[in-house]
């Protein structure tokens, strides 16, 4: 398996999935195989950064401006949710409170925000699963080779078992702390 640094890599993956040559560059490149494949490069990595992983998903507290009581929107966020029980969603360049009506923040609120992170800064095992997940749907949709999907769809199953392997790992899962477990445990 080839190892995924760069974006870069990761579109030579991709083309090469259709059996296109690489690239030396993606800059002011305009061949509409590598302009599709940087878009839906981008399309994959931000539908599953969306779940919400531990390198990308955080706790906050977003304080407003002390003039205008306003919070400024991050675009780097994918999804915001709050533990106060209210909504809250981007309007133009600042933080809506959909609840209340209000663009203002008499206080700091804590929310939960899952970050959209640049391809090149995933975890490698991430880099993987998502150009394995682009290569396959690009090449379904342009060129349709059943034989070749069967393989990009094998690399992909690997790669996803290794994030799920990685976040297992990052998240410090303990079998006796599921509900249930203890329970059979204390009665014995």
Request: aromatic residues 10%.
């Amino acid at each position: 398996m080839l190892m995924t640094v760069t974006e870069l890599d990761a579109i030579n993956q991709i083309l090469s999935a259709i059996g296109s040559d690489p690239v030396m560059s993606l800059e002011d490149n305009l061949d509409i195989d590598i302009v599709n494949a940087r878009r839906l490069l981008k399309e994959t990595s931000r539908h599953i950064q969306r779940q919400g992983w531990d390198f990308n998903k955080t706790t906050r507290k977003l304080t407003p401006d002390e003039d205008t009581h306003y919070i400024a929107w991050d675009d780097t966020i994918i999804t915001l949710s709050s533990s106060d029980g209210k909504t809250y969603v981007k309007r133009g360049e600042w933080l809506y409170n959909m609840t209340d009506g209000t663009y203002e923040f008499p206080k700091p609120i804590e929310v939960t925000i899952i970050y959209g992170v640049d391809f090149d800064d995933l975890p490698d095992c991430f880099k993987e699963y998502v150009t394995a997940k682009t290569a396959l749907d690009f090449q379904s949709r342009y060129f349709g080779d059943t034989t070749v999907s069967q393989d990009l769809q094998l690399a992909m199953q690997m790669a996803y078992q290794d994030i799920v392997n990685y976040d297992l790992n990052m998240s410090n899962a303990n079998m006796l702390n599921v509900a249930g477990v203890s329970e059979v445990l204390q009665r014995t």
